[in-house]
């Protein structure tokens, strides 16, 4: 049986770091993803940076999460995204 518990409490803000190229397809999956995926009013803050090779490009998605499954989904679709090298 799959433990459900959570040592968060819902709702709160939660932070995702999304890494990838360096790439405007890359931006423009990040972006579509955080749209379709984020209910309007629960995003909080999408912040850019580059690598110091600016190779590598990573977003902070922060949002209002409302339960774990969201949080969940929301990784899912980042990390099925092919430009995604890495989420945490």
């Known amino acids: ?23 405007p397809a890359f931006e423009e999956e990040v972006k579509k993803i955080v749209e379709k995926k984020c209910p309007k009013g629960a995003f909080i803050e999408l912040r850019k940076n580059k690598s110091t090779s600016k190779k590598y490009l990573s977003f902070t998605f922060t949002f209002t999460a409302k339960n774990k499954p969201q949080i969940d989904r929301l990784y899912a679709s980042f990390t099925q995204c092919k430009q995604v090298v890495m989420v945490l």
């Open 1 to 23: 049986m799959k433990n459900t518990k959570s040592a968060l409490t819902f709702p709160c803000k939660f932070p995702i770091k999304i890494i990838g190229h360096n790439s």
